[in-house]
């Protein structure tokens, strides 16, 4: 009984490094941070315009009439966060629109989801646009010709 626990705590240490290795790969393949990042932008300009504060007997409400537009704004944010991850090649497009959707969101949605989400998405749709996919295989440098001495710098390269 207890060598079978061990084997099942083995397993399961496999189990979880082959789907740390599998993330891993899957995240190394896209761009993963800029779709966190403009994920992370969203959820501030949708939360804040509908949120309610009470400080004491204060209450301090941050909806504003352009929640409507807020909503709107958060939810296309989450829209172009999945689409980076799942769909790539739109990646500059979605960079874009994710840095536009979030200077628009600084006039409407409570100074971009009190800035948290304003800076959140300028970063996720600058890492978009600055994103290149991986090439294939890591080509290794080719060996240098040992049968010809190199020419010392400042000589004549010339054929003569």
């Not at 989801?113 to 996919?133: M, N, Q, T, V």
Request: hydrophobic letters at 50%; one cysteine or more.
């Amino acid at each position: 009984m207890f060598f079978q626990r061990i084997g099942r705590r083995e397993n399961v240490r496999v189990v979880a490094a082959d789907a740390r290795r599998r993330f891993r790969t899957w995240r190394g393949e896209r761009p993963f941070w800029a779709g966190l990042f403009t994920f992370t932008a969203g959820l501030p300009i949708i939360c804040f315009p509908y949120a309610r504060l009470d400080f004491g007997a204060v209450p301090l409400a941050l909806s504003t009439s352009a929640g409507a537009g807020s909503l709107i704004i958060g939810v296309l944010l989450i829209t172009l966060a999945v689409s980076l991850w799942f769909h790539r090649q739109s990646r500059v497009f979605a960079g874009i629109t994710v840095i536009l959707l979030a200077l628009i969101s600084f006039p409407v949605a409570n100074l971009g989801g009190l800035l948290i989400g304003l800076l959140s998405g300028l970063i996720g749709g600058s890492l978009a646009c600055a994103w290149i996919p991986p090439t294939g295989a890591t080509d290794a440098q080719p060996a240098a010709d040992r049968a010809s001495p190199p020419v010392p710098v400042g000589q004549d390269h010339g054929g003569k």
